[in-house]
């Protein structure tokens, strides 16, 4: 009897929490802190396409290394050994975390996929064209090769896209703040 009582408690206060839950929700207590949402998806940003970066240079798509950001401080002997790829995953993670966070303040309020395409393309245009050659960070666009800028172009697209979009998808995305069944 004691046992059946305890389970019906149980299941009140799951209806409670979960009604609680949806009504927390639909009065709009449901706030994604901006900044941290932010660093998160730059963070997995450098985390995916940093370890994408490396396959191309290990596959031979590219000849830039993975830690091509890093490569004024660090020697190239260095950054091609274990450690130096992690260093350079690393720092294309910082990267990306740095550049989530002025997406949000650059275009943040825009919607769908093409600010994040465009800003990839910023972003290789700046690497590879012109601070990149200038700073000793890459290559010059005549040196690198076609397979290298097509490869690197790709990544920083996609890199550009999953930034802008992640980011334009919670914070222009207002049909997930509605509540459950108003649809």
């Not at 149980?10 to 409670?16: A, E, P, S």
């Not at 303040?105 to 994040?116: F, I, M, N, T």
Request: aromatic share 16%; glycine share 12%.
């Amino acid at each position: 009897m004691a046992a059946s009582g305890a389970k019906e408690n149980v299941r009140g206060n799951n209806q409670q929490t979960k009604s609680g839950h949806h009504s927390r929700q639909y009065e709009g207590e449901h706030q994604t802190n901006p900044w941290m949402f932010s660093s998160m998806i730059g963070f997995f940003a450098g985390l995916v396409w940093g370890v994408i970066r490396w396959l191309f240079y290990e596959l031979k798509f590219t000849t830039e290394l993975p830690g091509l950001l890093v490569d004024p401080f660090f020697k190239s002997s260095y950054l091609k050994t274990g450690w130096g790829i992690v260093i350079g995953i690393a720092s294309y993670i910082v990267f990306s975390i740095l550049a989530s966070l002025l997406y949000k303040v650059l275009l943040g309020k825009l919607k769908g996929p093409w600010p994040g395409v465009f800003y990839g393309l910023g972003w290789w245009a700046v690497i590879f064209l012109l601070l990149g050659p200038a700073l000793g960070i890459s290559r010059q666009i005549t040196v690198a090769g076609w397979n290298t800028l097509f490869s690197e172009l790709c990544i920083f697209l996609l890199w550009g896209l999953f930034i802008g979009y992640s980011i334009a998808f919670e914070f222009t995305d207002e049909a997930s703040r509605e509540p459950i069944g108003a649809h």
